[in-house]
């Protein structure tokens, strides 16, 4: 069975745009996007990064940008399968990219308060670390999870769901790298185990629900 005919001029341009930004990141910094790429097996990355004055530098302002290029990407391309009405009335192109800025805006805005709260509370390091280690697992499940959004989007046939197997991969890749820091600061964790419970319902859930009701559709 064929899939409905849907426009995805929009998708190919993103594709390109993406492609030219990746290529950029390897070019400027080929050591680094050595590191990055091998995330998945290897954490020299981060064992890298804690030798840094700092977490975040260009490099990582790059790779998080174009991560949520590819995730407003996933965002759109469900909006178009639902036939969701989400008040944007402008061509494909200007959608993606107002909800490019949108989710971007909110991941900024969210690292950043959780980082206030810490510098707030108690200025720990660890959790400086566990902030920035979280965002650059999520920034890689999004490049994992692209090549099934164009299998998604160019593949002529609907027995296979590529799109929700890329939802999933990043998912899961997301939560095994959780749960893996977890095991490996365990004692730590437990030891402010009602700090980490408070964190999780404040910083990690809320904000999604408020962005939920940002876009929700009656």
């Given at each position: 069975?064929?899939?409905?005919?849907?426009?995805?001029?929009?998708?190919?341009?993103?594709?390109?745009?993406?492609?030219?930004g990746?290529?950029?990141?390897?070019?400027l910094?080929?050591?680094?996007?050595?590191?990055?790429?091998?995330?998945?097996?290897?954490?020299?990355?981060?064992?890298e990064?804690?030798?840094?004055?700092?977490?975040?530098?260009?490099?990582?302002?790059?790779?998080?940008?174009?991560?949520?290029?590819v995730?407003?990407?996933?965002?759109?391309?469900?909006?178009?399968?639902?036939?969701?009405?989400?008040s944007l009335?402008?061509?494909?192109?200007?959608?993606?990219?107002?909800?490019?800025?949108?989710?971007?805006?909110?991941?900024?805005?969210?690292?950043?308060?959780?980082?206030?709260?810490?510098?707030?509370?108690?200025n720990?390091?660890?959790?400086?670390?566990?902030?920035?280690?979280?965002?650059?697992?999520?920034?890689?499940?999004?490049?994992?999870?692209?090549?099934?959004?164009?299998?998604e989007?160019?593949?002529?046939?609907?027995?296979?769901?590529?799109?929700?197997?890329?939802?999933v991969?990043?998912?899961l890749?997301?939560?095994?790298?959780?749960?893996?820091?977890?095991?490996?600061?365990?004692?730590?964790?437990?030891?402010?185990?009602?700090?980490?419970?408070?964190?999780?319902?404040?910083?990690?859930?809320?904000?999604?629900?408020?962005?939920?009701?940002?876009?929700?559709?009656?």
């Amino acid at each position: 069975m064929f899939r409905d005919t849907i426009s995805y001029d929009w998708f190919a341009l993103s594709i390109i745009v993406f492609l030219i930004g990746l290529v950029l990141v390897k070019q400027l910094y080929r050591n680094k996007y050595i590191q990055f790429a091998r995330l998945g097996f290897s954490e020299t990355y981060f064992s890298e990064k804690l030798k840094e004055s700092k977490f975040i530098t260009n490099f990582e302002v790059l790779i998080f940008t174009l991560s949520h290029f590819v995730l407003a990407q996933f965002a759109y391309i469900f909006v178009q399968k639902e036939n969701l009405d989400i008040s944007l009335n402008f061509n494909s192109y200007l959608n993606v990219l107002i909800i490019f800025l949108i989710l971007t805006l909110f991941s900024v805005l969210k690292y950043y308060f959780e980082k206030a709260i810490n510098f707030s509370l108690c200025n720990s390091s660890f959790l400086n670390y566990y902030l920035f280690y979280k965002q650059i697992i999520w920034s890689y499940a999004f490049f994992l999870g692209l090549p099934f959004l164009i299998f998604e989007v160019y593949s002529p046939f609907i027995s296979v769901n590529f799109f929700i197997i890329g939802l999933v991969l990043i998912g899961l890749f997301f939560i095994i790298n959780l749960l893996f820091f977890t095991y490996k600061n365990l004692s730590m964790l437990i030891k402010h185990w009602f700090y980490f419970i408070l964190y999780l319902c404040t910083l990690e859930i809320a904000p999604y629900f408020f962005l939920y009701k940002i876009f929700a559709v009656d």
